[in-house]
């Protein structure tokens, strides 16, 4: 049986909810009911089911409801009329005692700012969630110790959010979560303020929890290419109301309307053909002041043959070769300097495909994908430009 | 000229005031009277404990709380500023405006921010609270005093009582105002762990809020001290009477002497609190 069922939900904003809703039953338009009573329709009449264990994401852009819609689910919004269930109990029928038990014990939420409490180190803010549950001190740190663990985060507990990367702090965020060992993960665009790398890293970081933990997660997001990753269904939304929910590649090969369709076709074309679609993390950088001997173990613990070179600042200084760095070795320079190699090809992000290949075609090493401030963002290898236009053919 | 307005009869709003706080005496007279005993006493434990101890040591506590809540030279400052009160015979008199500016402070907080922090929870107290503080703040602070002295007759009492009610809406503001500024995310965050009201006020909502509930206490503080000299037309005394006696024999120098003890005390307390606002602004 389903782990949440959602039946016939709608939520009106506004003081006279009633009279939007008999125009909504009437058939009448979002924006004439707006015109007309002054109420807006954030959800519409939206049913659905989801099974334990799956990943369920929902994908809008922004206005289409889908905040409103996993606030629902908590009931941090007030549905108007509808019915959830999560199991066999009506999340919508609770009471404020039955409600906060069902929000500290069954799910947990991970918030698109992160939402960690400055003033609180990182240790307490993983444990607040039992803490509020009034746990026993040495569990409440062992189990919020775990949860750190989990998102590779050992060694930080005793500093603070502001000291953290945004990458880092969505993962605390996702410890908090976790800590409290909840059936039901709700996501709230929690990967949509990272960096893209960072924003891939964590997706794939939480399909490998996923295999491990196999909770039932719900994930809202903007992102197609996010959806299709990580969805087992997605679910589309569009002003207020759900258009298609489905598996990935049948939302990709069988849109349900025109909407679903330019949508899919838009962002195919505009994400993941450019050079931010493709690059990935560099395995290693050196710095100007690190010697050649350093450089050589870099590439030989990566297995690599040159060396991108940064500053402090993350700017992209030049590369160097194994070549080069084992001459200057010989000839006992102490720093990468003098040997540094400023022809390497350089691209930004949003550099499409076509353009890549030919700049491949001529580069004996990686590409540098930068952005304006000449900070490394990622590097392409030529391999991934030939797999990324061969499955853009099928 | 013929004037519209001269056709309404003059409404004796003034009559009204009156009558009404003779009606309040009259029904709550009793508790006036209980409530004038004790700030009474508590007034003259403050006092008597602050007189209790010898002044230098009094002096050199100051100055070291100044240390650790601020710097060297505030510490310096305050050593220096607080043995000149003592030289020109002014320490009893301050350690009386003292002991006043303490206990409303204390009272103004202890009410203040409990009622603080219902406008910023019930949109019903917001809405009643605040008219009543933009009347508090804007009518002239010697307003006050005729009615306190109708209930409290002369004295400190009458005194203490006025600058409560002066001191009172900066820490009901900063603490409402803080608890609206922590930001939604958060009280969300809180929310859907399963908070309780309780739980999401003391754990989220009152730390964040902290800093700004510091600065409230500062200015009640410096209000505290700014009535409790006003209040010496009332029999307050302290330093307050020492600038009045000035005024009244056209006394320039002991007046001036008088005020710099008022500014030494000021500047003290204010680098003392605005301290403790800072570092937890930080931390």
């Known amino acids: ?394 | 000229m013929f004037n519209p307005l001269d056709l309404i009869p003059r409404i004796p709003l003034g009559d009204w005031i009156d009558w009404f706080i003779r009606w309040l005496l009259f029904h709550i007279g009793d508790f006036t009277r209980a409530l004038a005993a004790i700030l009474r006493s508590a007034i003259d434990a403050f006092n008597d404990g602050l007189m209790a101890v010898p002044p230098i040591l009094l002096i050199l506590i100051f100055s070291l709380i100044a240390w650790r809540m601020s710097n060297r030279s505030v510490a310096l400052f305050s050593f220096v500023g607080l043995a000149l009160i003592y030289n020109t015979q002014l320490w009893g008199a301050s350690m009386e405006t003292l002991a006043m500016v303490l206990l409303a402070a204390s009272l103004s907080i202890i009410i203040g921010i409990p009622v603080g922090i219902l406008s910023a929870r019930k949109e019903l107290v917001h809405r009643i609270v605040w008219p009543v503080l933009d009347l508090m703040q804007t009518m002239p602070a010697f307003v006050y005093l005729i009615p306190v002295v109708f209930f409290f007759r002369l004295g400190v009492v009458p005194a203490v009582m006025a600058t409560v009610i002066f001191a009172m809406p900066p820490v009901i503001r900063l603490t409402g105002l803080g608890i609206q500024q922590v930001p939604k995310e958060l009280v969300e965050a809180s929310e859907a762990f399963g908070s309780t009201e309780w739980q999401k006020l003391v754990k989220v909502q009152m730390p964040l809020a902290l800093p700004t509930i510091m600065a409230g206490v500062n200015q009640c503080i410096m209000l505290s001290l700014s009535m409790v000299v006003i209040a010496a037309m009332i029999g307050a005394g302290g330093l307050g009477g020492a600038v009045w006696r000035a005024i009244q024999r056209l006394d320039i120098g002991g007046g001036f002497e008088s005020g710099l003890a008022v500014v030494v005390v000021a500047i003290v307390l204010d680098r003392i609190t605005q301290r403790v606002r800072k570092s937890n602004s930080n931390g």
């Open chain 1, 1 to 394: 049986m389903a782990k949440i069922t959602v039946e016939n939900l709608t939520k009106i904003f506004g003081n006279h909810p009633e009279k939007a809703l008999t125009l909504m039953d009437q058939g009448v338009s979002k924006d004439e009911i707006l015109m007309k009573t002054g109420q807006a329709v954030g959800i519409k009449d939206v049913s659905f089911e989801i099974e334990e264990g799956e990943t369920f994401v929902v994908m809008g852009l922004s206005g289409s409801g889908k905040s409103t819609l996993i606030r629902c689910l908590n009931r941090l919004i007030e549905p108007t009329r509808g019915k959830i269930f999560v199991g066999d109990n009506e999340v919508t029928s609770m009471n404020d005692n039955e409600l906060r038990l069902f929000r500290r014990n069954k799910q947990a939420m991970v918030f698109q700012q992160f939402a960690l409490f400055p003033h609180r180190n990182i240790l307490e803010n993983t444990a607040y969630g039992l803490e509020i549950q009034n746990a026993d001190s040495a569990e409440k740190n062992e189990r919020a110790q775990k949860a750190l663990e989990l998102v590779g985060l050992k060694g930080w507990e005793t500093r603070y959010p502001e000291e953290l990367s945004g990458g880092m702090q969505q993962r605390v965020g996702l410890a908090r979560a976790l800590a409290v060992d909840p059936e039901i993960l709700l996501m709230d665009e929690a990967f949509s303020a990272l960096d893209p790398l960072i924003r891939r890293e964590m997706q794939d970081e939480l399909l490998d929890l996923q295999q491990k933990m196999n909770k039932t997660i719900v994930f809202i997001t903007h992102d197609l290419d996010e959806a299709l990753k990580i969805g087992d269904r997605v679910a589309l939304m569009k002003d207020g109301e759900v258009v298609q929910i489905d598996p990935p590649e049948l939302i990709l090969t069988n849109p349900a309307d025109e909407y679903v369709a330019k949508f899919v076709e838009d962002v195919d074309l505009a994400k993941v053909l450019t050079a931010e679609g493709v690059m990935i993390h560099p395995k290693e950088v050196a710095f100007p002041k690190d010697g050649p001997r350093i450089a050589l173990r870099k590439m030989k613990d990566k297995g690599i043959s040159s060396l991108f070179v940064v500053n402090r600042n993350r700017q992209l200084q030049g590369y160097v070769t194994a070549e080069d760095a084992a001459k200057a070795a010989e000839r006992g320079e102490k720093e990468l300097t003098g040997i540094i190699q400023t022809d390497s090809p350089r691209v930004s992000p949003d550099t499409t495909l076509n353009e890549l290949f030919e700049v491949s075609a001529s580069a004996s090493i990686p590409i540098a994908v930068i952005d304006e401030e000449k900070k490394l963002l990622g590097i392409i290898i030529r391999g991934a430009i030939l797999s990324a236009l061969s499955k853009e053919a099928v």
